[in-house]
């Protein structure tokens, strides 16, 4: 079985900094795609950042140049550098992996997710 533990969001004032991560433990074989995803409340989760095993990266529009997607495949994990926060970019993360374990097919695994709130 695979775990995704992410990391604690918080309180954060408008204009300010915060970098969520995403580890993933288990039996893992292989680590595919990375992504972080947002639910803010009354709507749909929507994606805000991918990024492939090859490094190539992908953005909502609505956070391009303000969050940045990495990830460290030696400790399988994933991070969203999010700078110049709104009060929109309020909502529960939470971070999804496509992974193979050994002796199985690729297979979507979720975070718990994690709150950010952007708020004077």
């Known amino acids: 079985q695979v775990q995704l533990v992410e990391s604690r969001g918080g309180l954060v004032q408008p204009g300010g900094s915060l970098r969520l991560s995403c580890a993933a433990s288990g039996s893992i074989s292989s680590i595919y795609d990375m992504g972080w995803y947002r639910q803010a409340p009354g709507k749909e989760r929507e994606l805000v950042a991918v990024?492939?095993?090859?490094?190539?990266?992908n953005y909502a529009d609505s956070v391009k140049g303000r969050f940045t997607i990495s990830r460290d495949n030696e400790e399988n994990t994933v991070y969203l550098q999010m700078k110049s926060l709104k009060p929109d970019d309020t909502a529960v993360y939470y971070c999804?992996?496509?992974?193979?374990?050994?002796?199985?097919?690729?297979?979507?695994?979720w975070g718990q997710g994690t709150q950010v709130t952007v708020s004077s």
């Open positions: 999804r992996m496509g992974v193979s374990t050994w002796g199985s097919l690729r297979h979507d695994y």
């Open positions: 990024i492939t095993s090859g490094g190539s990266e």
